[in-house]
């Protein structure tokens, strides 16, 4: 496998999850222990899930680090969602970093269809 640092999917993985960080400083104080950590752990899961599948021995250990990518990728964006809905990031925010998880999607369903998994989903 090669490294993570060359796929392409991760390196856009890695600048979504600077763009959250970056994004969650504007969020209200009481929503540090709330809000703030589980959206900053759910969308670094993605980058750090594709980084640790490439440690992986086998072709299917690989492809399950990436499911488990992508499930934290779709759970960021709920609470991307959710953010916009609750005022805390603008349409605007809400709408470039939208797109940024979407590619990084299509990306990732791009790898594991690539090496042989099922891309529903």
Same mark, same amino acid.
């Given at each position: 496998?090669?490294? @993570? ?56 250990d690989f492809l399950n680090?990436? @499911? ?9 964006? @709920? ?16 709408e470039q970093v939208i797109?940024?998880? @979407? ?19």
């Open positions: 496998m090669s490294r @993570y640092e060359d796929l392409d999917v991760w390196k856009l993985a890695h600048e979504f999850v600077l763009e959250i960080y970056t994004l969650t400083k504007k969020y209200p104080c009481e929503e540090r222990y709330r809000l703030i950590d589980q959206i900053c752990r759910a969308s670094s899961s993605v980058a750090m899930n594709i980084a640790e599948g490439t440690g992986r021995r086998t072709q299917k680090f990436l @499911y488990i990518a992508r499930g934290s990728l779709q759970e960021t964006k @709920y609470q991307l969602l959710l953010s916009r809905d609750l005022k805390f990031i603008s349409n605007e925010d809400y797109e940024k998880a @979407y590619t990084v999607g299509r990306l990732l369903n791009g790898l594991i269809n690539k090496i042989g998994g099922n891309q529903d989903a």
